[in-house]
Structures are given as C-alpha cells and as structure tokens.
C-alpha cells in the first residue's frame, strides 16, 4: 500500500486531518505527525528538526510516498524533499510561500505582543465563518479543536515556526526539485497567490491550482474537495 505523509500547518496538530485520514484510510495508508513544539512532538521548532522528522518517517518508509505539505509545512516538505532526492513519488504544496513575503514582519511583530490565547480568540473569529459548508456539530467541533491546539502550541513555538520563516528563501534550490509536484492555493488566500506562484515557476514539474472560493486552510472549509483534488494526483503518480 502506498502511503501518504500530511505535514499540519502552524498552530495545528495531527487531528487537523481527521476528515482527509478518513477519506484516505481505505486506500492509502496515511501517516500525520506533528511538528516539533506542536502536540506529541517536542519543541522547540525550528525547520531542521522538522525536516528530520520527516526524513525520518520517510526513510521508515519501505515502500512509495507522497508528501503533503500546508501552510508552513510545505516549506518543510520542499526542504525534506530536496534531503532525500528521488524518494518522493509525489509532492503537494498548499498555501505555501517560496520565500519570506512583506506580511510576514508584521505577522511576527503582532505575535510578539498579543498573548496566545487572544490569538486563538481571534483565529477562532476567522476561521469559523469558512466552514459555512460543514453540518453545525462539525463545524463547532473542528473551531474547538484549532483553538485548543493554537493555546497548547503557545506563543514561543509560534515565533520561532515565524522567525525560521523569515529567514528560508527556497528559491534558489527550487530547481533540484525533480518530484511530480502539485502547487495549490485558495482563490481567497490572497496572502499566498504569489508565493504559490514563485512555487510554481521554480519548480521544473510542477503544476499550479487556485481553488476557487476557498481560503488558507480549505482542507478544514471544504475536506471533501481538498481530499478529492490530493486524492486525484496520488493517483495520478501512484505506481
């Protein structure tokens, strides 16, 4: 059985990918560790340790791999990728950035002096007005638990994940990427259009996707249509 590796965004844990774990479960076999300083893994974070991590699970791994990667995670993903050439059999990035874009500063800056759990307040104020398409049980459970994950991450995590960020250009090796790749992001993600499009450009095998109507994290506002469009290129390179 082939596997599927999900890497979760900033802030999140493994249970992010509840609804994809059960879309691929039968199929796949699915692996979703967390990063370091997030849920079983200790911290702190910083990217190395979390390129080792994965490294790790894919030298574990004895048979074929494909590597998804959001948010923050697909910067991991690109640098595990580039450690381990030719192990991956695909590659998928959402909402990720090439290198450190203008926004980011203030993100840190802001980070700096809110305390976390206003933070995830206000994560929880933005989030839960995409999942409008979920049954109300379930939006009120995946709002619950990204705030509880947000608080237990903690702000020292979250400015170390964003300080390692600002200082990792991917772009000058983003041509060694030999691995089928499938760039995504959100048509509402406006924030990552252009790092999803550096992306995209660097990457010799590479294919770009804006997803209409959708956010930064859509695999939580429409799990159905991000499971499906993961889903399809897996298959697509699967062996």
Known sequence: METIILLPPLAATARTWRRQVDAFGTDFSVLTPDLPGHGSTPGPFTLDRAVAEVTGLLDREP??????????SATVAVQACLARPGRLDSLVLSGGIAAPPPALAVQRAVAALVPARVMAQLAARVLAPTLGGLPESERARTVSEATEDFRAVGRRTYLDALRELARTDLRPRLGEVTTPTLVLCGSRDKANLRGAQELAEGIPAARLEIVPGVGHLWHL????????TIGDFVRENAL
């Open 63 to 72: 048979g074929p791999v494909h590597l998804v990667g959001l948010s923050l």
């Open 221 to 228: 506002e429409r799990p159905e249509i991000f499971s499906r």
